[in-house]
């Protein structure tokens, strides 16, 4: 293995074990670590992988951060990145399911995540400053992301209002050039065969169909595996869906790792590692189509302009969800004072790593449970 190939390995491996917070949180960690300590990318070029992520399938951070594999690494390091920043969360949820099988209990973790979720609120907060920075060059994008944001706020779908952002962005600069909609279909649709008979070839289809089609947060998720697993093949009790959901909220990485344990209930370690390896395939394709959609927008104006109305939307999704996130921190004294602590490190110490930070609030967490 390359020496690029193994820091690739390392620091996706490292991000995936400091996920936390949604993905306003990954994001966050990622773009620290990639842009602004190790410099793979710039924040233009990032704003631009982060805005076309949120109107293709599949979890944002771990197309990100296979990108970001890809402009490091080349192929290679696509699918090096990809599977590192899985592979925490993924072992994680199979230790949290071996327990819940053997003891119908999940371990006690909630003292150290108390921590965790106001340390997560200031790097959020702290990537939404240094995002902000590429809008200065534009009032007409910060006006663009202001209405994004009341439109959020409002209950509108963000993957319209960020759709909609990027095609009222090339109407406003050039009214005479038609707007191309690029559709990605890499996949048919996979229609499961009704009924509960178990195999593991079926268990797979029905993740991978998940991974193909899955937009939107972890409520969009419940409803697919609970249609699939609950309702129509009887493998699971929608308690058990329930608590695998919060097992994927609770560990590092994307919400998507509540396959694993849901593959796990259904099947052991073969049906975890399986639902893991289907849900999850779709977005390696999906990524190097991601690439090349930016490099073909380099070149083309149209496409320029539509991708810069997306960048504008997406620091408003963000601005939103460091709100909710603040807002619901701010509702006990301990979390207000790890939030206030965090963001402090986070804006005026420059050399702190994401990881420092995480620590930080998990200790400061379990510390002040006891006051």
Same mark, same amino acid.
């Given at each position: 293995?390359?020496?690029?190939?193994?820091?690739?390995?390392?620091?996706?491996?490292?991000?995936?074990?400091?996920?936390?917070?949604?993905?306003?949180?990954?994001?966050?960690?990622?773009?620290?670590?990639?842009?602004?300590?190790?410099?793979?990318?710039?924040?233009?070029?990032?704003?631009?992988?982060?805005?076309?992520?949120?109107?293709?399938?599949?979890?944002?951070?771990?197309?990100?951060?296979?990108?970001?594999?890809?402009?490091?690494?080349?192929?290679?390091?696509?699918?090096?990145?990809?599977?590192?920043?899985?592979?925490?969360?993924?072992?994680?949820?199979?230790?949290?399911?071996?327990?819940?099988?053997?003891?119908?209990?999940?371990?006690?973790?909630?003292?150290?995540?108390?921590?965790?979720?106001?340390?997560?609120?200031?790097?959020?907060?702290?990537?939404?400053?240094?995002?902000?920075?590429?809008?200065?060059?534009?009032?007409?994008?910060?006006?663009?992301?202001?209405?994004?944001?009341?439109?959020?706020?409002?209950?509108?779908?963000?993957?319209?209002?960020?759709?909609?952002?990027?095609?009222?962005?090339?109407?406003?600069?050039?009214?005479?050039?038609?707007?191309?909609?690029?559709?990605?279909?890499?996949?048919?649709?996979?229609?499961?065969?009704?009924?509960?008979?178990?195999?593991?070839?079926?268990?797979?289809?029905?993740?991978?169909?998940?991974?193909?089609?899955?937009?939107?947060?972890?409520?969009?998720?419940?409803?697919?595996?609970?249609?699939?697993?609950?309702?129509?093949?009887?493998?699971?009790?929608?308690?058990?869906?329930?608590?695998?959901?919060?097992?994927?909220?609770?560990?590092?990485?994307?919400?998507?790792?509540?396959?694993?344990?849901?593959?796990?209930?259904?099947?052991?370690?073969?049906?975890?590692?399986?639902?893991?390896?289907?849900?999850?395939?779709?977005?390696?394709?999906?990524?190097?189509?991601?690439?090349?959609?930016?490099?073909?927008?380099?070149?083309?104006?149209?496409?320029?302009?539509?991708?810069?109305?997306?960048?504008?939307?997406?620091? &408003?999704?963000?601005?939103?969800?460091?709100?909710?996130?603040?807002?619901?921190?701010?509702?006990?004294?301990?979390?207000?004072?790890?939030?206030?602590?965090?963001?402090?490190?986070?804006?005026?110490?420059?050399?702190?790593?994401?990881?420092?930070?995480?620590?930080?609030? &998990?200790?400061?967490?379990?510390?002040?449970?006891?006051?």
């Amino acid at each position: 293995m390359s020496d690029s190939l193994k820091e690739i390995a390392k620091i996706s491996f490292k991000l995936g074990c400091i996920g936390f917070g949604g993905i306003a949180g990954m994001i966050s960690t990622i773009e620290k670590e990639l842009v602004v300590k190790r410099k793979w990318i710039d924040h233009q070029h990032f704003m631009d992988v982060l805005s076309a992520s949120y109107i293709i399938p599949g979890p944002n951070s771990v197309e990100i951060m296979m990108h970001c594999g890809k402009e490091r690494g080349g192929r290679a390091g696509l699918i090096t990145a990809g599977i590192c920043y899985i592979l925490p969360a993924t072992l994680i949820c199979l230790v949290f399911a071996f327990f819940y099988k053997q003891y119908s209990a999940l371990p006690n973790v909630q003292r150290f995540i108390s921590g965790i979720r106001p340390a997560t609120t200031a790097l959020v907060i702290g990537t939404l400053f240094r995002l902000s920075g590429t809008l200065k060059k534009s009032y007409w994008l910060i006006g663009l992301c202001i209405l994004v944001f009341i439109g959020g706020l409002a209950g509108i779908s963000e993957i319209l209002l960020i759709l909609g952002a990027g095609i009222v962005n090339c109407l406003f600069h050039s009214s005479r050039d038609r707007i191309r909609s690029v559709v990605l279909a890499p996949f048919l649709p996979l229609f499961v065969q009704d009924g509960s008979n178990f195999t593991l070839g079926k268990l797979f289809l029905i993740f991978l169909k998940i991974g193909a089609i899955l937009y939107g947060s972890g409520y969009v998720l419940f409803a697919y595996m609970d249609a699939d697993l609950v309702q129509r093949n009887h493998w699971l009790t929608r308690q058990q869906l329930m608590d695998a959901i919060a097992v994927g909220q609770l560990t590092p990485g994307p919400i998507l790792s509540s396959a694993t344990f849901a593959g796990y209930l259904v099947s052991g370690v073969s049906g975890g590692v399986l639902a893991t390896t289907a849900i999850f395939l779709p977005s390696f394709f999906i990524s190097l189509f991601l690439h090349r959609l930016l490099s073909y927008a380099r070149r083309s104006k149209t496409l320029r302009l539509f991708l810069d109305g997306l960048s504008a939307a997406s620091i &408003a999704v963000i601005a939103i969800v460091g709100v909710n996130l603040t807002r619901t921190t701010l509702g006990d004294w301990r979390n207000s004072f790890i939030l206030l602590l965090c963001l402090c490190l986070t804006l005026f110490v420059k050399k702190i790593t994401t990881v420092a930070v995480i620590i930080i609030g &998990a200790a400061c967490g379990y510390l002040l449970t006891f006051y």
